[in-house]
């Protein structure tokens, strides 16, 4: 009894050692270029380099898979500053909800925003928000006809469609 109890404890104890020798997040470092396209129109608008640093944790124990670190866009002065957290909603989901934080930690709306694209983040689209504020307090909404979005690897609008296919951003079917 007592070799089956100890045979038990060294089991448990050997999982458990290589649990915590498990790397429990993976290192993020991108620098690519995103165009900025207005769905209403053809062209881009223009071109910006992004820069995603940080660590991507992935669904752990159930929990919400998240990334943390930074998300810097030229020609957003902000995202060069501000920390961001993106988080997914599931694992086998590449929709992200995408926050930059005050100096508190708090989420703030900011113009970039829903993230939608590989957890890699070499392919991905995101929407960029109107933001408005009132009473103090900011707000952001998206046009689905005018707005604005965020491509990776997309110089023409074709190409753009097809990265929105790719990566399950349907918009293209309001703005045919």
């Known amino acids: 009894m007592k070799k089956k109890l100890l045979i038990a404890l060294l089991w448990v104890l050997a999982i458990g050692v290589l649990l915590s020798l498990m790397p429990w997040h993976r290192n993020i470092s991108v620098q690519t270029i995103a165009y900025e396209y207005a769905l209403d129109q053809q062209e881009p608008l223009r071109t910006h380099a992004v820069t995603v640093e940080g660590k991507y944790y992935p669904n752990i124990w159930r929990g919400t898979p998240y990334f943390d ?22 694992e086998d989901t590449d929709l992200g909800m995408l926050y930059y934080r005050d100096e508190a930690g708090q989420p703030r709306s900011r113009e970039i925003n829903q993230y939608r694209g590989k957890k890699d983040f070499t392919e991905f689209i995101v929407m960029l928000f109107e933001i408005e504020e009132a009473d103090g307090k900011q707000s952001g909404s998206w046009d689905p006809e005018t707005g604005h979005i965020l491509c990776t690897d997309a110089p023409d609008y074709e190409t753009m469609q097809a990265q929105c296919r790719k990566v399950g951003f349907d918009l293209w079917e309001v703005n045919p």
């Open 69 to 90: 670190g930074s998300f810097a866009v030229s020609g957003f002065p902000f995202s060069l500053e501000e920390p961001v957290r993106i988080s997914f909603r599931r």
